[in-house]
């Protein structure tokens, strides 16, 4: 089955007058939905817009495993365990929060940032928190977040070339540039699937294209 989510149905959130756009994917905050609070192991995808300058203070997570995948621009991470760390397009970073952890994400360039940010909840609460920053993942490798049960696959595609989507239980397609096609549903920036029981399935773009596919076994 496949549950395609259009970019324009998203929560906005965030605070536009200083600098913070935020798209909500599934509930979150103010904008609660208990029809749509997760799938598999994916309880938040957003899309992040920060200005030059603009950022999220130190604030806490727990029992969160969270990944984030810069679009365009510099993130600025800070966190309670000590890492300061510079993210750009093409690294994959991720954060477990774990017992509890505190961060902060900043624009600290001059130009305009946009990431994804992606939450999993973990298959058992507790542990340490724990950081990891792949730089420049290659589109042949999976980044596995063994502690959701879920593998991430970066896709970039040129214009008539096509990627299969993993074969499980859920996968979710996040579409982040270009305009690619599943089944009969043309999806674009920002457009989203969720697959249920996915099985030879094929993921061809119309343009140049930019896919972030979450492949999981739990949920």
Same mark, same amino acid.
């Given at each position: 089955?496949?549950? %395609?989510?259009?970019?324009?149905?998203?929560?906005?959130?965030g605070d536009p007058a200083v600098g913070i756009e935020s !798209?909500?994917?599934?509930?979150?905050?103010?904008?609660?939905?208990?029809?749509?609070?997760?799938?598999?192991? =994916?309880?938040?995808?957003?899309?992040?817009?920060?200005?030059?300058?603009?950022?999220?203070? /130190?604030?806490?997570?727990?029992?969160? /495993?969270?990944?984030? !995948?810069?679009?365009?621009?510099?993130?600025?991470?800070?966190?309670? *365990?000590?890492?300061?760390?510079? %993210?750009?397009?093409? &690294?994959?970073? @991720? =954060?477990?929060?774990?017992? +509890?952890? @505190?961060?902060?994400?900043?624009? &600290?360039?001059? $130009?305009?940032?946009?990431?994804?940010?992606? !939450? =999993? $909840?973990?298959?058992?609460? +507790?542990?340490?928190?724990?950081? /990891?920053?792949?730089?420049?993942?290659?589109?042949?490798?999976?980044?596995?977040?063994?502690? $959701?049960?879920?593998?991430?696959?970066? @896709?970039?595609?040129?214009?008539?070339?096509?990627?299969? %989507?993993?074969?499980?239980?859920?996968?979710?397609?996040?579409?982040?540039?270009?305009?690619?096609?599943?089944?009969?549903?043309?999806?674009?920036?920002?457009?989203?699937?969720?697959?249920? &029981?996915?099985?030879d399935l094929r993921l061809p773009a119309e343009s140049a294209?930019? %896919?972030? =596919?979450? /492949?999981? *076994?739990?949920?």
């Amino acid at each position: 089955m496949v549950d %395609v989510r259009r970019a324009g149905a998203r929560y906005p959130g965030g605070d536009p007058a200083v600098g913070i756009e935020s !798209w909500h994917s599934f509930s979150f905050g103010p904008h609660y939905d208990p029809d749509n609070l997760r799938f598999g192991a =994916l309880i938040a995808c957003n899309e992040e817009r920060l200005a030059p300058g603009a950022g999220f203070d /130190e604030h806490p997570h727990s029992h969160t /495993e969270i990944v984030t !995948w810069v679009v365009e621009g510099e993130l600025t991470h800070r966190d309670s *365990t000590g890492h300061e760390t510079r %993210v750009r397009p093409g &690294d994959v970073q @991720r =954060l477990s929060s774990a017992v +509890g952890v @505190r961060h902060v994400e900043r624009n &600290d360039g001059t $130009a305009p940032l946009t990431f994804v940010q992606m !939450w =999993l $909840a973990p298959l058992e609460p +507790g542990g340490e928190p724990s950081y /990891e920053i792949v730089r420049g993942i290659a589109d042949s490798t999976p980044y596995a977040v063994p502690e $959701a049960g879920a593998l991430l696959h970066v @896709r970039r595609l040129g214009a008539g070339e096509r990627t299969a %989507v993993p074969d499980a239980a859920h996968v979710y397609v996040h579409v982040v540039r270009g305009h690619v096609r599943l089944g009969q549903e043309r999806l674009g920036p920002g457009d989203a699937a969720r697959v249920t &029981d996915a099985k030879d399935l094929r993921l061809p773009a119309e343009s140049a294209a930019e %896919v972030l =596919l979450w /492949e999981m *076994t739990s949920g």
